[in-house]
């Protein structure tokens, strides 16, 4: 199979602060919509969105609003790919396979869950931050 090149890309930039995870996330619901994904899809994909996003805010720039979260979202055959980066310290990812999580403090139903509503979720954790990425499928409702 060959994969088209990306289409247009959208770049947005938010304070790490919460409150803010809802303009990423109206996007991607947008426009996986405009696609031509059903509602359960586009409200899926802003779900998604959203909790990377507060993830980004909270683990990984530590809620303070002089970071940012950039995330990048473009369309590539018939898939939205939503990349959320920050300037963390990094991580390893550890997405429970069952619900609940079994950790001792039952951190990961965020990453659970993500992995739930998307098509395919990849991380790559670096010194100085992580970029996550989603794929949403938009598998059309005609």
């Known amino acids: 199979m060959t994969t088209n090149p990306p289409t ?4 947005l930039s938010i304070p790490a602060t ?6 990423p996330a109206a996007v991607a619901q947008v426009w996986v919509t ?13 779900l998604a969105v959203m909790e990377i996003c507060l993830n980004a805010i909270e683990h990984g720039s530590g809620n303070n609003p002089a970071n940012v979260v950039n995330i990048d979202l473009f369309e590539q055959d018939d898939t939205l790919v939503i990349e959320v980066s920050d300037t963390g310290k990094g991580f390893t990812p550890a997405i429970p396979k069952a619900f609940p999580p079994t950790q001792a403090n039952r951190r990961g139903f965020g990453l659970f869950m993500v992995y739930k509503l998307v098509d395919a979720l990849e991380f790559s954790s670096f010194d100085k931050g992580t970029l996550v990425r989603m794929k949403i499928k938009t598998e059309t409702t005609a």
């Not at 405009?34 to 802003?46: H, I, P, V």
């Open 34 to 46: 405009n696609m031509g994904a059903s509602k359960e899809k586009a409200d899926k994909a802003k």
């Open 18 to 23: 919460f409150g803010y995870e809802d303009m």
């Open 8 to 11: 247009e890309k959208v770049h």
